[in-house]
């Protein structure tokens, strides 16, 4: 049977608070839907999109190498462009919204430590039409390796606390990051608050820039 | 087609705690009342296939395939374990233990169940995720609008309620 844990939030009572009065609140969770999430806020007027984002990450895209076979020099910058090419094609397709879809709040999670650079700068370059200037975000940086905290799954449980369970995505990588390196990514958000958690993630809150 | 089992509950409509005679063989979790004001139900066995739409005035257990849509605006949906809908659904109260890939309208009620297996989008003004189930789509939640014209059309859209910068 899966164990849930219930984790303290530092940040999510603030960000939940700035949102409350939207009158329909417009939810990106980048993960999947869970019940706990889907209970909080499930009696007020609401739409949550829950794009299953470790889904697109089990096989990254990859380009064919023809370079030693024709014999052509290939620039690296060129080989990092159509990389990042493809990982903009990839979410295209998870976040596929009407256009005037805009978020109220954005749920990362922990979803930055499963990208490389390239992947993070694409995906927030393709989230970037989705956000407005009061957007809010809520992330999970792990800044050192740490097995422990990886292949989790994340719900709000409350104002202040968070459900967390073993996820599904055993198999994807992580990269650890310094938090200054994560927020240089991150195209249209800025980290506003930062706690260090006991379990050596760093919980941050997020704005538009 | 349809192995129509009529509620034995039919000549006591007061008797709501009473489940209807397709819902026995399934599991504790919550679930639709028992039979709507028709006090009919019927079930769509598990080796049925069906392409094409379907409605009607009582419930439906659907255990088998359907492509097409489900329309029971007044009446209560479940797709059993077993169940396959690549179809879009639209019923009073649903509940969803099996497969349905396709826009889904609970003028009333959703329910999710861990065993679910959905590719679509849901709009409810309730929705109940049963814990463990994982959900991918969108969510559109009115509590306000209970019984009222909840309708998949808006994701394919957007909607007027939809924030704009």
Redesign the interface.
Do not use: H, N, V, W
């Given at each position: 049977m899966t164990v849930t844990e219930t984790l303290p939030s530092r940040l999510m009572p603030d960000i939940l608070q700035k949102i409350a009065g939207e009158s329909t609140l417009m939810v990106l969770d980048v993960g999947f839907g869970v019940h706990e999430t889907v209970a909080h806020f499930g009696n007020r007027r609401c739409k949550l999109h829950f794009c299953g984002l470790p889904d697109a990450l089990q096989s990254p895209p990859t380009l064919a190498p023809p370079a030693q076979k024709t014999g052509k020099l290939i620039d690296e910058s060129i080989r990092q462009e159509n990389l990042l090419t493809a990982w903009r094609d990839r979410f295209r397709s998870v976040l596929d919204f009407p256009e005037d879809t805009r978020f109220d709040l954005c749920l990362f999670w922990d979803s930055f430590n499963y990208m490389d650079d390239l992947a993070l700068k694409a995906f927030f370059e393709v989230l970037h039409p989705y956000i407005r200037k009061e957007t809010l975000g809520h992330g999970l940086i792990q800044l050192k390796d740490d097995n422990q905290v990886m292949n989790r799954e994340y719900g709000i449980q409350a104002q202040d606390q968070l459900a967390m369970r073993p996820g599904h995505h055993g198999s994807l990588a992580s990269w650890p990051r310094p938090q200054a390196r994560v927020a240089s990514m991150l195209k249209g958000f800025a980290i506003s608050h930062g706690v260090l958690r006991r379990d050596g993630l760093l919980e941050v809150s997020l704005k538009t820039e | 087609m349809f192995d129509r089992n009529k509620d034995k509950q039919q000549d006591k409509p007061e008797s709501s705690s009473a489940a209807p005679a397709v819902e026995s063989s399934y599991s504790s979790a919550p679930r639709p009342s028992a039979a709507g004001s028709s006090g009919k139900s019927a079930t769509l066995g598990a080796t049925i296939k069906v392409k094409g739409d379907i409605s009607g005035d009582e419930n439906l257990l659907i255990e088998g395939q359907v492509e097409g849509t489900v329309n029971l605006a007044s009446h209560e949906l479940t797709v059993g374990k077993s169940g396959k809908v690549h179809a879009d659904v639209t019923a009073k109260v649903i509940r969803i233990d099996g497969e349905v890939h396709g826009d889904i309208a609970g003028k009333e009620k959703v329910f999710v169940s861990s065993t679910s297996n959905i590719k679509g989008n849901i709009v409810t003004p309730?929705?109940?995720?049963?814990?463990?189930?994982?959900?991918?789509?969108?969510?559109?939640?009115?509590?306000?609008h209970a019984n009222g014209n909840s309708s998949v059309t808006s994701?394919?859209?957007?909607?007027p309620?939809?924030?704009?910068?």
């Open positions: - | 309730k929705m109940t995720l049963e814990e463990g189930a994982r959900f991918k789509g969108t969510i559109d939640i009115d509590p306000g994701f394919k859209s957007g909607t309620t939809d924030k704009t910068s």
